[in-house]
């Protein structure tokens, strides 16, 4: 997912509960999935950032010099910015996009 071109709220914003609760009836379990979507999403942006900055790593034994690499600095200023994966979890859920099932339920 483009997770850049989002419209996801980028600050604290009050959510409707009914509405995050309305797929499954139940605000917990609406929670526990927005919470593993949020930790997926935080680990692709987290290993996404990563490849990006190895482009820029210099790789020296010497700790005395600290170079400042503009373009680095740049990345990371573009993935402070994003929503937090919170925000993208839950824009997600409102959108319907995340897939869900429960494990006991398909079982009966």
């Known amino acids: 997912m483009d997770y850049k071109n989002t419209k996801a709220a980028t600050t604290t914003i009050t959510y409707d509960r009914s509405k995050i609760e309305e797929p499954t009836g139940?605000?917990?379990e609406a929670i526990t999935i927005l919470a593993k979507r949020a930790q997926q999403i935080n680990g692709d942006l987290k290993n996404e950032l990563i490849?990006?900055?190895e482009e820029f790593a210099t790789?020296?034994?010497s700790l005395d010099?600290?170079?400042e690499n503009k373009e680095q600095i740049e990345v990371s200023k573009f993935y402070e910015k994003l929503p937090k994966p919170t925000a993208?979890?839950?824009?997600e859920w409102l959108e319907g996009k995340i897939y869900y099932r429960n494990p006991e339920e398909s079982q009966e």
């Not at 993208?88 to 824009?91: E, G, K």
């Open 59 to 61: 790789y020296t034994d």
């Open 88 to 91: 993208l979890a839950i824009q």
């Open 26 to 28: 139940n605000l917990y």
């Open 65 to 67: 010099e600290v170079f």
């Open 51 to 53: 490849e990006k900055l």
